[in-house]
T-cell receptor, first 117, second 110 residues
Framework: DTGVSQNPRHKITKRGQNVTFRCDPI?????LYWYRQTLGQGPEFLTY????????KSRLLSDRFSAERPKGSFSTLEIQRTEQGDSAMYLC???????????????FGPGTRLLVL | QKEVEQDPGPLSVPEGAIVSLNCTYS??????FMWYRQYSRKGPELLMY????GNKEDGRFTAQVDKSSKYISLFIRDSQPSDSATYLC??????????FGTGTRLLVSP
């Protein structure tokens, strides 16, 4: 399978616990994005990387959230001291470097569904 | 007001109908327009991509972009029950984050 993969697919945790999600992008894609999707809403941008550099962070990304992409390949998203409001689907997407207008598309993984009790 | 507006539906049609899905937006800097299909509890799957204004056709799907009206559409011909899903419009100014609509839930009945 050469698509974007995410692990775990589901996570149930208690309020106050820390959780970490992993994303493996498509191998030749050097841009990686994180989004969050709540029920009945479209995905909302959280942050993105070009190689290992984190280039933009949304205001949605509070100081309890941290994302890394240490070697420019896989990425992790950690949420510290989880709150019930963090319950959502966390989506990862990747794309190639811009090489013209046809390279704008992002390809999404299956998501990690988080439930905070 | 959201940057991208999309009717959440649900939109119910009989099998074989032509489906029209739409989004409006407010940011005139958007140049890249996409439609994603999302089945329940799955990640979004890219359906159509258009740069700037114009039409693009792929099989039963046609995407239209009218930048002067800030309006994009997706048409599905000969709709099938397997087309039942949530359709998300997404757009960007270029090479950065995507801004999504809320998604329209489509139900195609046999």
């Amino acid at each position: 399978d050469t698509g974007v993969s995410q692990n775990p697919r589901h996570k149930i945790t208690k309020r106050g616990q820390n959780v970490t999600f992993r994303c493996d992008p498509i191998s030749e894609h050097n841009r990686l994005y994180w989004y969050r999707q709540t029920l009945g809403q479209g995905p909302e941008f959280l942050t993105y990387f070009q190689n290992e550099a984190q280039l933009e962070k949304s205001r949605l990304l509070s100081d309890r959230f941290s994302a890394e992409r240490p070697k420019g390949s896989f990425s992790t998203l950690e949420i510290q001291r989880t709150e019930q409001g963090d319950s959502a689907m966390y989506l990862c997407a990747s794309r190639q470097s811009p090489q013209g207008h046809e390279q704008e598309t992002q390809y999404f993984g299956p998501g990690t569904r988080l439930l905070v009790l | 007001q959201k940057e991208v507006e999309q009717d959440p539906g649900p939109l119910s049609v009989p099998e074989g109908a032509i489906v029209s899905l739409n989004c409006t937006y407010s940011n005139s800097a958007f140049q890249y327009f996409m439609w994603y299909r999302q089945y329940s509890r799955k990640g979004p799957e890219l359906l159509m991509y258009t740069y700037s204004s114009g039409n693009k056709e792929d099989g039963r799907f046609t995407a239209q972009v009218d930048k002067s009206s800030k309006y994009i559409s997706l048409f599905i011909r000969d709709s099938q029950p397997s087309d039942s899903a949530t359709y998300l419009c997404a757009m960007s100014t270029g090479f950065q984050k995507l801004v999504f609509g809320t998604g329209t839930r489509l139900l195609v009945s046999p």
